[in-house]
């Protein structure tokens, strides 16, 4: 796959899958709340967040530049599946925590597909 089309595709798959999670982290709040020690306003602002990052990610494949999509998006990657693990630190439940180190592998394996991406599209034509 040319580092446009995996870059493409990695970042539209982004957008669905933070939407999905933004908004299953945002209800799901009130149940999820006593095992990441976490007060349900701020469980629900981060699910607000996700889905928020979703749009921004849209409108960046929508309109920018992909290689600069690409590295903004895999560097809020980067940070979004360290802090995932941060917070599995906090979790009461061992289910809890291994879902949040589920979703921050997921994450970092989306950072992983635009660095590939961003290297593939840096590769003189001849190489690819």
Do not use: H
Not at 34 to 47: D, H, M, Q, S, T
Not at 63 to 72: E, F, S, V, Y
Not at 82 to 109: H, K, M
């Amino acid at each position: 796959m040319t580092g446009n089309r995996l870059g493409r595709v990695s970042l539209r798959l982004d957008v669905v899958y933070c939407l999905i999670v933004g908004f299953s982290v945002a209800v799901s709040a009130p149940f999820t709340t006593g095992v990441v020690r976490l007060p349900v306003g701020v469980v629900v602002a981060i699910g607000a967040v996700v889905a928020g990052w979703a749009v921004i990610v849209w409108w960046l494949v929508s309109t920018k530049p992909l290689r600069l999509g690409l590295r903004l998006v895999m560097v809020a990657n980067t940070v979004a599946a360290v802090a995932l693990v941060a917070v599995s630190v906090t979790a009461t439940d061992l289910l809890v925590v291994g879902v949040l180190v589920a979703v921050a592998i997921e994450v970092a394996a989306f950072a992983l597909s635009q660095f590939v991406a961003l290297r593939r599209l840096a590769m003189p034509a001849a190489a690819r």
